[in-house]
């Protein structure tokens, strides 16, 4: 069995025991476990009629009262001890409320001789009872080699010269835990079974009290294994681990153990845990390493784009001319077939093969017309954005260029995706790279929510009088967000689909660049029956006359 914390003089703790007053379950019970863990025996009483008849059978070394009784005063109870058992040595310990000015004469007129602030730093406490408990073998053996000397006071509270020190020690575990608290970590102190002793304030997330609760209840499932296993190594081998658990809500916390020692080579039976809130800086590393990753992306994608749209051109222009030289061609042939027999090939006619042979060659034509779109469309997309905001964006250009680069997804997910905008709206501010990359992830999430390729999703742009300001609406037939996900959903990192690949970053970035641009998002939702998000984009003050 690893060595027990605060051994008082003596060495046996059983033969000390301590007496705890409050009326407060909890704490009797928290300062109990913690007494009773480091070797002492205690006994409780609820109230000061009990704590008498308590003291008229026991004979407790140290007594912890509890200042704010609801039957007698904390102080009342310690004076009343003093009088009924004036030839007791013991010393008592008061409880007071944190930010109560403790009256240091009073204390001292009631037969207590110290304090400690609630909620109580064990740690500071057992402290505490070893040194009172160290004066009090200093001052038997006084008495027993000094017996002809004037006995000390019987309500004996100790020499100036110890009021001090104690004063001056109650100072500095007061700046201690001043100190502690103000951390913005968590600090937490386990025993080997994983009960929290001490917390200075509730990690991340967290608003209920964890004193005598175990700390692996509150962590998320996944991290309870790494967890245990920290707690592990900590308490065996000693070692200080660390390590990262993610919480449900997008919170990432950073958490080290480590083992308390009382001496360099003595361990105490707790461990050390700091919970640090890593959010802020997790997510900016993950945005960081997807910016990263999406510059590569981008640079491949338009070196990609380049050497795709070169032999493009040379088909296209190829195409263009056997197509033009195949028609005519086909002129001559149909006029010959006028006055001569038709020229047989494989039971076709040669005016059948070229007409044929022309449709061919528009298909190539058309398909290699539209590898050049989608290369234009690559590049626009990957060309740098000077992120400047413009008086003259149109929105149904905006809204056509993110169709048009959706094509293969829209294909995928629905038979009817189409866009209802007058091409005459007023122009909006903004910068159409960054309006674009909104409508794109709008229209993309749409249709990644659709069941089948029978549901629909619609755009619609129209000048809203009411507000003076351009609304587009994109609404789908798809599954719905729950009541729940609607007030996260635009959270950095949360997403609902992390097992297909989402980041959780698209609508809030579609929120950011919306901020920038002073326009507004609104999203309506209800599971099962679709979603529809709603953009109210600034209009461009430098309007013709004719504009709404």
């Given at each position: 069995?690893?060595?027990?914390?605060?051994?008082?003089?003596?060495?046996?703790?059983?033969n000390?025991?301590?007496l705890?007053?409050?009326?407060?379950?909890?704490?009797?019970?928290?300062?109990?476990?913690?007494?009773?863990?480091?070797?002492?025996?205690?006994a409780?009483?609820?109230?000061?009629?009990?704590?008498?008849?308590?003291?008229?059978?026991?004979?407790?070394?140290?007594?912890?009262?509890?200042?704010?009784?609801?039957?007698?005063?904390?102080?009342?109870?310690?004076?009343?001890?003093?009088?009924?058992?004036?030839?007791?040595?013991?010393?008592?310990?008061?409880?007071?409320?944190?930010?109560?000015?403790?009256?240091?004469?009073?204390?001292?007129a009631s037969?207590?001789?110290?304090?400690?602030?609630?909620?109580?730093?064990?740690?500071?406490?057992?402290?505490?009872?070893?040194?009172?408990?160290?004066?009090?073998?200093?001052?038997?053996?006084?008495?027993?080699?000094?017996?002809?000397?004037?006995?000390?006071?019987?309500?004996?509270?100790?020499?100036?010269?110890?009021?001090?020190?104690?004063?001056?020690?109650?100072?500095?575990?007061?700046?201690?835990k001043?100190l502690?608290?103000?951390?913005?970590?968590?600090?937490?102190?386990?025993?080997?079974?994983?009960?929290?002793?001490?917390?200075?304030?509730?990690?991340?997330g967290?608003?209920?009290?964890?004193?005598?609760?175990?700390?692996?209840?509150?962590?998320?499932?996944?991290?309870?294994?790494?967890?245990?296993?920290?707690?592990?190594?900590?308490?065996?081998?000693?070692?200080?681990?660390?390590?990262?658990?993610?919480?449900?809500?997008?919170?990432?916390?950073?958490?080290?153990?480590?083992?308390?020692?009382?001496?360099?080579?003595?361990?105490?039976?707790?461990?050390?845990?700091i919970?640090?809130?890593?959010?802020?800086?997790?997510?900016?590393?993950?945005?960081?390493?997807?910016?990263?990753?999406?510059?590569?992306?981008?640079?491949?994608?338009?070196?990609?784009a380049?050497?795709?749209?070169?032999?493009?051109?040379?088909?296209l222009?190829?195409?263009?001319?056997?197509?033009?030289?195949w028609?005519?061609?086909?002129?001559?042939?149909?006029?010959?077939?006028?006055?001569?027999?038709p020229?047989?090939?494989?039971?076709?006619?040669?005016?059948?093969?070229?007409?044929?042979?022309?449709?061919?060659?528009?298909?190539?034509?058309?398909?290699?017309?539209?590898?050049?779109?989608?290369?234009?469309?690559?590049?626009?997309?990957?060309?740098?954005?000077?992120?400047?905001?413009?008086?003259?964006?149109?929105?149904?250009?905006?809204?056509?260029?993110?169709?048009?680069?959706?094509?293969?997804?829209?294909?995928?997910?629905?038979?009817?995706?189409?866009?209802?905008?007058?091409?005459?709206?007023?122009?909006?501010?903004?910068?159409?790279?960054?309006?674009?990359?909104?409508?794109?992830?709008?229209?993309?999430?749409?249709?990644?929510?659709?069941?089948?390729?029978?549901?629909?999703?619609?755009?619609?742009?129209?000048?809203?009088?009411?507000?003076?300001?351009?609304?587009?609406?994109?609404?789908?037939?798809?599954?719905?967000?729950?009541?729940?996900?609607?007030?996260?959903?635009?959270?950095?990192?949360?997403?609902?689909?992390?097992?297909?690949?989402?980041?959780?970053?698209?609508?809030?970035?579609?929120?950011?660049?919306?901020?920038r641009?002073?326009?507004?998002?609104?999203?309506?939702?209800?599971?099962?029956?679709?979603?529809?998000?709603?953009?109210?984009?600034?209009?461009?003050?430098?309007?013709p006359?004719?504009?709404?």
């Amino acid at each position: 069995m690893s060595e027990k914390p605060l051994t008082p003089p003596g060495g046996n703790r059983n033969n000390l025991l301590i007496l705890i007053v409050d009326t407060d379950d909890e704490t009797r019970r928290g300062l109990a476990r913690f007494l009773e863990n480091s070797g002492y025996g205690v006994a409780v009483a609820e109230g000061g009629v009990t704590a008498m008849i308590q003291l008229s059978v026991i004979h407790p070394d140290i007594i912890i009262i509890d200042s704010e009784r609801p039957d007698m005063d904390g102080f009342e109870v310690s004076a009343t001890i003093g009088r009924k058992f004036p030839e007791r040595m013991h010393s008592i310990i008061m409880m007071v409320p944190q930010g109560c000015t403790v009256s240091v004469d009073r204390m001292f007129a009631s037969g207590a001789e110290e304090y400690v602030t609630k909620p109580v730093h064990l740690i500071a406490l057992g402290r505490l009872i070893k040194r009172k408990l160290e004066y009090q073998a200093m001052v038997l053996a006084m008495r027993l080699h000094q017996p002809n000397k004037e006995p000390l006071p019987a309500t004996w509270n100790g020499s100036r010269e110890l009021d001090r020190i104690n004063m001056a020690l109650n100072e500095s575990e007061d700046k201690f835990k001043c100190l502690v608290d103000s951390s913005p970590d968590t600090i937490v102190i386990l025993d080997q079974v994983g009960f929290v002793h001490f917390i200075n304030h509730p990690p991340p997330g967290q608003s209920e009290n964890l004193m005598e609760k175990r700390l692996l209840d509150i962590l998320p499932e996944q991290s309870k294994p790494r967890f245990l296993r920290a707690m592990h190594g900590t308490f065996t081998r000693l070692q200080t681990e660390s390590f990262q658990i993610g919480g449900p809500d997008g919170t990432w916390w950073h958490v080290r153990t480590a083992p308390m020692k009382q001496h360099e080579n003595i361990s105490l039976p707790w461990a050390m845990v700091i919970v640090s809130d890593r959010t802020q800086q997790h997510n900016t590393e993950t945005k960081a390493m997807r910016n990263a990753r999406l510059a590569t992306i981008g640079a491949l994608v338009a070196n990609v784009a380049h050497e795709v749209n070169n032999p493009n051109n040379a088909i296209l222009l190829q195409a263009s001319w056997l197509k033009k030289t195949w028609q005519n061609i086909l002129v001559q042939v149909s006029e010959n077939e006028k006055i001569y027999d038709p020229i047989m090939l494989d039971g076709e006619t040669l005016r059948e093969i070229l007409e044929k042979s022309s449709g061919f060659l528009a298909d190539i034509v058309g398909n290699s017309r539209r590898i050049g779109s989608i290369v234009r469309d690559m590049k626009r997309v990957t060309r740098p954005d000077d992120g400047i905001l413009r008086n003259d964006v149109c929105i149904k250009k905006v809204l056509d260029s993110a169709l048009s680069i959706l094509a293969n997804p829209i294909h995928k997910h629905t038979q009817s995706c189409f866009a209802e905008a007058d091409p005459n709206l007023p122009r909006v501010i903004g910068n159409p790279h960054q309006l674009e990359q909104v409508f794109i992830n709008l229209i993309l999430n749409a249709l990644q929510s659709l069941p089948d390729r029978t549901r629909k999703v619609r755009i619609r742009a129209w000048f809203d009088e009411t507000i003076r300001k351009i609304a587009v609406v994109v609404e789908d037939e798809g599954e719905g967000i729950t009541e729940e996900n609607l007030e996260k959903i635009c959270f950095p990192f949360f997403t609902t689909k992390l097992a297909k690949g989402g980041t959780g970053l698209g609508l809030a970035i579609c929120r950011s660049i919306l901020t920038r641009h002073k326009s507004s998002m609104d999203i309506n939702s209800e599971s099962g029956r679709g979603t529809s998000i709603r953009i109210n984009l600034t209009i461009s003050p430098n309007q013709p006359e004719s504009a709404p």
